[in-house]
């Protein structure tokens, strides 16, 4: 875990609300539905795909879900531009299931605390590999809590 200081990131993603159980069965396709987006628009992905989370009612989650791109790209329909926070952050890697992320928060949440620094009230997840072609035990995730000040 480490604090580390991250540049702005201009996105192209779709926001909604899902309960958390759902999140598997919603994610792939609204990833699907930006990718091909994307390759008509002829628009490179400058990173790995991202789920931020603006709260954490695992019953009406607020996700946006997209890809980092080089440049702010305009969006179309519900595919809208954004960007993931620049700024003091919070890091942690988890390896392993989605099903044990749960720990990881956790230490980086004890982690902030021990340093007094305060999370901004989202988070935010790059997954490094995909469960549709890698070994639950082996997924790789990075979790960061943008900070405040």
């Not at 305009?74 to 809208?80: L, N």
């Not at 990881?104 to 072609?133: H, K």
Request: hydrophobic share 40%.
């Amino acid at each position: 875990m480490e604090i580390l200081r991250k540049k702005e990131q201009p996105t192209l993603a779709v926001r909604y609300r899902t309960a958390a159980a759902k999140l598997p069965e919603t994610m792939g396709p609204v990833y699907g539905e930006i990718a091909a987006y994307m390759a008509r628009k002829g628009i490179p992905f400058a990173g790995p795909p991202f789920a931020l989370y603006h709260n954490m009612d695992m019953e009406d989650l607020d996700v946006e879900i997209g890809f980092p791109v080089g440049k702010a790209e305009p969006g179309e329909g519900r595919i809208k531009a954004g960007s993931l926070p620049g700024g003091p952050t919070a890091s942690a890697k988890h390896t392993g299931p989605y099903t044990t992320i749960e720990a990881t928060y956790n230490a980086l949440t004890a982690f902030v605390a021990a340093r007094g620094v305060i999370p901004e009230s989202f988070m935010y997840e790059e997954y490094l590999n995909s469960p549709e072609d890698t070994a639950p035990e082996k997924l790789m995730t990075n979790i960061y809590f943008p900070l405040k000040g």
